[in-house]
């Protein structure tokens, strides 16, 4: 990347405004030493705005990026003195968004050990599979899911809430230096189909992967943001990253609820909302405050967008939607910006400065505009691979995202669903987001999710499943009655089943064995 894009993206968004030249001394120092990490960028941080808030939960606590910096080093020193963690180790946290995840990743980091992020809602036998493939070292959980842990391993360290407090107390004074290993960070897949898989995290090595998101996506320094996303994703600990690097306030709730997170950020003045397109949803299901809060961005990301929800959202709150496309092993791929919405509610974008995208065809060769294929990305953040030492296909420096797209003649990029998830009907490729997508504009549908289901005459067929409005009726006829007035005729679903609503996971992500399990 370019050195004067970077400056003059740096310079827009307020990273290069002068300050005291002690504090930003500090700052560079910081970044120096300790790098790009997480524990370096809230170094640099606290260095350079020590007084400023942080991070404030939902229950009014508040702390300023020196304390949350203090906090996370008497963590790390107890890790290290009465746990024994070291470089290299492993230590998982299972916790929903609120500071003390926020410290132990931190902690981890600092020690140069590899923090784990464990989804929240993963069961208990899953729960042990992470255990045993991830090799912990110390399970740090906030205290609902303590029945989830009984049936760990005896030696795997377990810390609840009050016991990782009673750690920070306790903590004996002492220096940390610089690790002599970076840790990493372990996003586990979202094992929406099988198991999850661990994928593990790059520390960035400069302003690079900050510069491609802040230049598409305008958040500036000393915003307040609302990360409403779930920060054991991908996307919701981007947000984290970047919202350190641009020295934000930071707004957490433990659990997301629509009329709580529009009060949250009208009350902290919130000028960007970093959330999953569900939430966006239900936010749509509420009555909208008045007055709106002052939202400048709202960047979603982690699971498809559905098409009427773009426009409905920008004509309630504003131009300010930005949707990210991209994945726990490839980072991001596309952006879409307010424009590109508006344009074509349904597309992924373009992919920002520093960014390669290909859409290519089973033999890695480029497909004609226009045509599907299969999407590959190359950035500076593609992962390392995952824990188990599989890796994904690649070619020429471009990561198989798994996904089925397509570009048009503006260079927008759309995508169709996940290469396993197309079916062969009859003979006829057919994707089930095509479908999904239409469904989803049918004004009594709520949600809608499609799938393949096997067909003793046609090898595979569609199943529809729809969660309808509160008072809303619709027959299975009608529905694939539209289907068929759109869509060709291997598109409509043969079956067409009404359900309260779709099982998700914790980022919005529809769980498609759950919906085969229920249709078996």
């Known amino acids: 990347m370019d050195l004067p894009f970077v400056v003059a993206t740096l310079t827009r968004r307020g990273l290069l405004t002068p300050g005291r030249p002690i504090r930003v001394a ?10 790009w990490s997480l524990a370096g960028e809230l170094r640099q941080a606290a260095a350079r705005d020590p007084g400023r808030i942080a991070v404030v939960d939902e229950r009014g606590a508040e702390l300023t990026y020196q304390e949350l910096l ?37 902690a981890a980091t600092l020690l140069g050990a590899d923090a784990v992020l464990v989804n929240t809602g993963l069961s208990p036998a899953q729960l042990a599979t992470v255990t045993e493939e991830q090799r912990l070292r110390v399970l740090v959980h906030d205290d609902e899911f303590t029945e989830r842990t009984l049936g760990l391993p005896a030696d795997l360290h377990r810390l609840d809430e009050q016991a990782r407090e009673d ?13 002599e290993r970076d840790g990493r960070i372990i996003v586990l897949t979202s094992g929406t189909t099988g198991a999850p898989k661990g994928a593990r995290r790059p520390t960035p090595d400069g302003f690079g992967p900050l510069v491609s998101i802040i230049d598409r996506i305008p958040l500036h320094v000393r915003d307040h943001v609302m990360i409403a996303a779930p920060i054991f994703h ?4 981007a947000a984290l990253q970047v919202c350190f690097a641009l020295r934000a306030t ?6 997301f609820d ?14 960007a909302l970093f959330a999953v397109p569900v939430m966006l949803q239900r936010l749509m ?21 559905p098409g009427g929800l773009p426009p409905a959202f920008m004509d309630s709150y504003g131009d300010v939607l930005y949707n990210l496309y991209g994945s726990t092993e490839a980072s991001w791929a596309s952006i879409a910006t307010p424009a590109d919405l508006r344009l074509a509610p349904t597309t992924s974008g373009r992919p920002p400065r520093g960014t390669r995208l290909a859409i290519l065809d089973d033999a890695g060769e480029p497909v004609p505009g226009g045509r599907v294929g299969r999407i590959f990305v190359g950035n500076e953040m593609l992962f390392e691979g995952y824990t188990s030492g599989a890796d994904r296909e690649r070619h020429d420096g471009l990561l198989d995202t798994g ?38 504009q049918l004004p009594q549908v709520r949600e809608a999710a499609v799938i393949g289901v096997s067909d003793p005459e046609y090898g595979q067929r569609l199943a529809a499943f729809l969660a309808l409005r509160p008072g809303e009726t619709l027959d299975a006829e009608a529905v694939r009655e539209y289907v068929r007035h759109y869509l060709a005729r291997f598109s409509v679903p043969r079956d067409v089943v009404f359900v309260r609503y779709l099982p998700r996971n914790a980022t919005g992500k529809v769980l498609t064995r759950e919906l085969r399990r229920y249709y078996a």
């Open 70 to 106: 203090e906090r996370s080093m008497r963590l790390a020193r107890a890790l290290r003195a009465g746990l024994g963690v070291q470089p290299g180790d492993r230590v998982a946290v299972l916790c929903r968004n609120h500071p003390g995840l926020v410290e132990t990743i931190v």
């Open 234 to 237: 991908t996307w919701g600990y």
């Open 258 to 271: 629509p009329a709580a997170t529009l009060d949250a950020l009208v009350q902290h003045r919130c000028q």
């Open 26 to 35: 500090a700052q560079l120092n910081a970044l120096r030493k300790w790098g």
């Open 285 to 305: 299901e509420v009555p909208a405050p008045e007055p709106r809060p002052p939202l400048k961005v709202v960047a979603v990301s982690g699971s498809a967008l």
């Open 167 to 179: 750690l920070v107390t306790a903590a004996l004074p002492g220096e940390l230096r610089p690790p």
């Open 403 to 440: 996904d089925l797209g397509r570009v048009n003649a503006d260079g927008l990029l759309f995508v169709d669903g996940r290469a396993d998830d197309m079916i062969v009907s009859g003979g006829e490729n057919v994707f089930p987001s095509e479908v999904e997508q239409l469904l989803a």
């Open 250 to 255: 930071i707004v957490l709730h433990r659990r």
